[in-house]
């Protein structure tokens, strides 16, 4: 049974796939070729689902960081005897620097070993496991490494010296001395292609590594020129969303794993390695200040292109598609795996795919308006599929839906999911000449503003003293915090100072961070309970630096900044009972939250001063 800490683990990417590596440098999680594949390495959900552990055989210690600005580890390990620096990275092509980056990967995993000091004895431990566990690959040795055959892969790994092989696995013990380095390499391919895997060279890995880290900085030099409060946190979170996006298409993933849980040992396991349009206007507004306009313009055309041709007044959107912009997403429960701490079951896949969501419409309209300097140049099917959200939105914001957090009870009628069918109609108004849809646009108007007149006739509740879920309920939801930062209402609205002081008050744990909603009101159909959501806490932030309450914002927001890892990673969500962080990781939403709540104080704060902003 895996019991590492979620936040014990590093995010590498090379925007086709990802891995985790521990901080006892093992890679406990890999999938190739793509985010959504099945892993080669799984120890994340099972003891038996393959790892790759490199570290010292002697007791040591180890620190670690991001190697300069990339989503390369750099893990030190301190022995009596010396020190090993350990630096593992997803290789990148050639030519990828500057907005290149991620293009034509050799989809290669290299771990360079230097000893810096001293002499260090090193344990290899190799034990691939493809298709989630499933399959333990015949493993044979060929000159430099072992190759695995087995399913559909054909895995590679470059490894000097003896290697001892049996029964799947292979181990071998390295002697190093101060000043030597050796290059360790897991290269995958498929049977058929035309560039099979195979053992590197040791000059073409240091290459390989240099040429990753080069293009990192490149990237960054180009697209990270925020400088406002927390900007630490907020480049990182830049390079994270990058890693979390799928350059073949612009997809971007809400995480890199599956089925880690929101409670321990609960049943909330979901498999996040998709690409969701409720995502889209905030990732919109996140890229735009964490990283530049050329990958959120790349993630519109992806939503754009995958939900075309599905949409209008009688069709739902789909609210979710793979890395490709594939539709089906079937949920299938893996049983042979025991999950994280035994949290099961393990899913991949995810039953949502087919919900209905009407907030959809709001968040897609809301990230065409936020590109809106580059809409000009719409082909003609893409203004018709945002004209057929909005016709779309004018009519389905009187249903009921699964609203944004995807519950899988009975739907009702969701206070978030019609302010986004307001947000859809506001913005398609605002972009009609753009759409060539001025025709429309009375229509559209007269949908908003009934939209408006019932969200603030039956949402607001005065025995709540805020805005609710749904009309008729006293409880509360986070996603209400939205309704300044979409625009629905001003953010010095006293009701929307009331609903933001009900959060605080009444849906925040002893910590002060904030739960999405009670899971004792049934409202999600699940059994247990969940951690408090990081993006609702920072949304909280933003909402409050938005009406003028900066202080209040600060510490809202150092409170959920406190629960990022030594390397500026954030789960989903953390244990409201031991402060760990819980679910899939690296989260998308979580990093969105902290881009857009640090930017929200620098502009409140910069109003403050009379200064202007970027």
């Known amino acids: 049974m895996s019991s590492t800490p979620i936040a014990d683990h590093a995010f590498l990417s090379d925007r086709h796939s990802s891995a985790l590596v521990d901080r006892a440098g093992s890679v406990e999680w890999l999938c190739f070729p793509r985010f959504d594949s099945a892993s080669v390495f799984g120890r994340l959900l099972d003891d038996d689902a393959g790892h790759w552990s490199v570290h010292p055989t002697a007791g040591w210690r180890s620190s670690r960081r991001y190697a300069g600005r990339s989503l390369a580890l750099q893990t030190t390990f301190s022995t009596a005897g010396g020190t090993l620096v350990l630096t593992d990275a997803l290789g990148l ?19 360079r070993l230097a000893c810096t000091d001293g002499e260090v004895e090193v344990d290899v431990d190799y034990r691939p496991r493809p298709e989630y566990g499933l399959v333990v690959p015949l493993l044979s040795h060929v000159d430099g490494g072992v190759t695995a055959r087995g399913g559909a892969d054909w895995l590679v790994l470059t490894l000097p010296g003896d290697v001892r092989v049996a029964d799947g696995r292979a181990r071998a013990r390295l002697r190093l ?40 900085e490149s990237w960054c030099d180009l697209h990270q020129a925020y400088d406002g409060p927390w900007a630490d946190l907020v480049h990182t979170s830049g390079r994270v969303l990058q890693g979390l996006s799928y350059q073949p298409s612009g997809a971007v993933v809400a995480a890199a794993t599956t089925s880690l849980p929101e409670g321990v040992g609960g049943e909330r396991n979901w498999d996040y390695r998709y690409a969701w349009v409720r995502d889209a206007s905030f990732t919109m507004e996140a890229l735009w200040v964490a990283a530049c306009p050329d990958e959120a313009e790349d993630f519109f055309a992806f939503m754009t292109t995958a939900g075309a041709g599905g949409v209008g007044p009688e069709q739902s ?23 994280w701490r035994d949290s099961r079951p393990v899913r991949v896949g995810n039953g949502a795919w087919d919900q209905r969501q009407v907030d959809v419409y709001g968040e897609l309209l809301g990230a065409a308006a936020r590109l809106a300097d580059q809409l000009p140049s719409l082909d003609e099917d893409t203004r018709r599929f945002l ?15 699964q609203g944004i957090w995807e519950v899988r009870g009975e739907p009702q009628h969701f206070l978030y999911s019609k302010v986004m069918c307001w947000v859809a109609l506001d913005r398609a108004v605002s972009l009609a000449a753009v759409l060539d849809a001025e025709d429309r646009v009375d229509g559209w108007k007269r949908a908003r503003d009934e939209i408006a007149a ?30 300044p930062i979409v625009g629905f209402l001003p953010a010095d609205d006293p009701r929307v100072l009331a609903t933001i002081d009900a959060v605080a008050d009444r849906l925040t744990d002893e910590r ?26 920072f949304w909280l932030a933003q909402a409050l630096a938005m009406s003028g309450q900066v202080e209040r914002a600060r510490e809202v927001f150092a409170r959920a900044a406190g629960y990022v890892s030594d390397l500026g990673l954030l789960a989903e969500e953390v244990d409201a009972t031991t402060g760990e962080l819980l679910g899939n990781v690296p989260q998308a939403f979580s990093h969105i939250g902290l881009v857009n709540a640090a930017w929200a104080i620098d502009q409140a704060e910069r109003a403050r001063r009379g200064t202007n902003g970027r």
């Open 93 to 111: 092509g050639p030519d990828n620097g500057g907005h290149r980056l991620g293009r034509d990967v050799p989809h290669v995993l290299v771990r």
């Open 512 to 537: 002060g961070l904030v739960y999405r909603y009670r899971t004792d009101d049934g409202v999600d159909g699940l059994a247990g309970e969940e951690g408090t959501f990081l993006l609702c806490t």
């Open 177 to 216: 001395r101060a000043g030597d380095v050796v290059h360790l390499a897991l290269q995958r391919s498929t049977l058929g292609d035309a560039v099979p895997a195979h053992v590197w060279a040791q000059e073409d890995l240091a290459a390989l590594l240099d040429r990753t880290l080069a293009a990192w």
């Open 454 to 483: 019932v969200v603030l006739e039956q949402g607001w509740s005065e025995q709540a003293q805020a805005f609710t879920q749904y009309p008729g309920t006293t409880a509360l939801d986070a996603s209400n915090l939205m309704m």
């Open 317 to 339: 959107l789909q609210i979710m598609f793979g890395v490709g912009g594939e539709h089906d997403l079937t949920e299938r429960t893996l049983r042979h795996l025991r999950g």
């Open 387 to 401: 004209v057929a959200c909005a016709d779309a939105a004018a009519v389905r914001w009187r249903d009921r839906d």
